[in-house]
């Protein structure tokens, strides 16, 4: 059974940054690729960064590249999300995910687990 817990969400001034994390269960977890996702009320759910597993490559929307920085620690079974010059815009439920494959993806439905989610909010 694999298990997601997300940590590092709060609120934080336009241009600040944050740091999430996600705990993951699982022995296989360095095989794994991993994303963030995020959500906002009435709005579908967006695609924000992915890694693969492994060497973990990376890929991030265009919305969040050259801000964000996905990584992983394979040995601490964890995933980060840095968040740095954050925007109103970037307010949002964040959410990690992982995949039962190596390769990155940025379709939602290629994940089969996720995490509850933590609230980031960014105030002007």
């Known amino acids: 059974q694999v298990q997601l817990v997300e940590s590092g969400g709060g609120l934080v001034q336009a241009g600040g940054s944050l740091r999430l994390s996600c705990a993951a269960s699982g022995r296989t977890f360095s095989s794994s690729a991993m994303g963030w996702f995020r959500q906002v009320q009435g709005k579908e759910r967006e695609f924000v960064a992915s890694i693969s597993g492994g060497a973990g490559s990376t890929l991030y929307a265009d919305s969040v590249k050259g801000r964000f920085t996905i990584s992983r620690d394979n040995a601490k079974n964890t995933v980060y999300l840095q968040m740095n010059s954050l925007k109103p815009e970037d307010t949002a439920v964040y959410s990690c995910?992982?995949?039962?494959?190596?390769?990155?993806?940025?379709?939602?439905?290629?994940?089969?687990?996720w995490g509850q989610g933590t609230q980031v909010t960014v105030s002007s």
């Open positions: 995910a992982a995949r039962q494959w190596r390769a990155l993806n940025v379709a939602a439905s290629e994940y089969a687990y």
